[in-house]
Nanobody
Framework: EVQLVESGGGLVQPGGSQRLSCEASGFTFSSYWMYWVRQAPGKGGKGLEWISTINQDSGITRYADSVKGRFTISRDNAKNTVYLQMNSLKFEDTAVYYC???????WGQGTQVTVSS
């Protein structure tokens, strides 16, 4: 069974940092691109925003303009884990953050990040 379990969310002040983790199981992690996607509050079924992507060997990373220069995606294939380091956080980064396997069929349960003073 494919499982993606995010952790690391919480309350952080503007300008602060947070690191999200997503531990994968049930598939060959090193064979898949991985993604981070977020959903801002009040958006319901809409408002999903792609944040970042990393390929199998970490040789390719991509970022949405909204987070470029502030967020860093990485992965550890030995630990079946993908990370999202978030720096210089802004109020508008408040959202539920999801880890997604390549193909977009499998999503984690999400972890809430709230940026507030």
């Amino acid at each position: 069974e494919v499982q993606l379990v995010e952790s690391g969310g919480g309350l952080v002040q503007p300008g602060g940092s947070q690191r999200l983790s997503c531990e994968a199981s049930g598939f060959t992690f090193s064979s898949y691109w991985m993604y981070w996607v977020r959903q801002a509050p009040g958006k319901g079924g809409k408002g999903l925003e792609w944040i970042s992507t990393i390929n199998q060997d970490s040789g390719i990373t991509r970022y949405a303009d909204s987070v470029k220069g502030r967020f860093t995606i990485s992965r550890d294939n030995a630990k079946n884990t993908v990370y999202l380091q978030m720096n210089s956080l802004k109020f508008e980064d408040t959202a539920v953050y999801y880890c997604v396997r390549g193909g977009f069929l499998y999503w984690g349960q999400g972890t809430q990040v709230t940026v507030s003073s």
